[in-house]
């Protein structure tokens, strides 16, 4: 988390997605890799789910936000976002803590894919079994 004079930089991760957000004073503009967060996401859900610790802490429109997402799919993009937001928004206002962590903003899912086993068809999965 690195911060110079105007801007602070976060890290969220999620599944395999990993979300790097650098935070300007502005009127509240979410850029996700140098496209509008609606164009990039299509889904209003998803745009939604990035809002979410800006609206929690009444922060909407104080801030544009330059992402740079990569990794994984659509949900776990916008979940490392939302985390890398979350991050960020206590790096400027630490008063805010409190607010994000009852809201479950701040804990990393740590959920991944499980990895598939030999002799199996996937991670737990067996082959059909006949006696005969």
Do not use: C, W
């Not at 957000?21 to 789910?49: H, W």
């Not at 799919?73 to 409190?98: C, D, K, W, Y």
């Amino acid at each position: 988390m690195a911060s110079t004079k105007n801007e602070t930089i976060t890290v969220g991760r999620r599944k395999s997605s990993v979300a790097r957000v650098i935070a300007r004073p502005g009127s509240g503009k979410i850029i996700i890799n140098k496209r509008d967060m609606n164009t990039y996401f299509g889904r209003e859900t998803y745009a939604m789910l990035v809002r979410q610790p800006l609206e929690v802490t009444k922060m909407d429109g104080r801030y544009d936000f330059h992402v740079n997402v990569a990794g994984g799919g659509l949900t776990g993009q916008a979940g490392a976002v939302r985390l890398a937001i979350s991050r960020m928004l206590i790096n400027l206002n630490p008063e805010l803590r409190p607010v994000l962590k009852e809201a479950g903003f701040l804990t990393r899912d740590s959920r991944k894919v499980e990895r598939k086993k030999y002799g199996l068809r996937g991670a737990r999965r067996a082959f059909q079994f006949s006696k005969r």
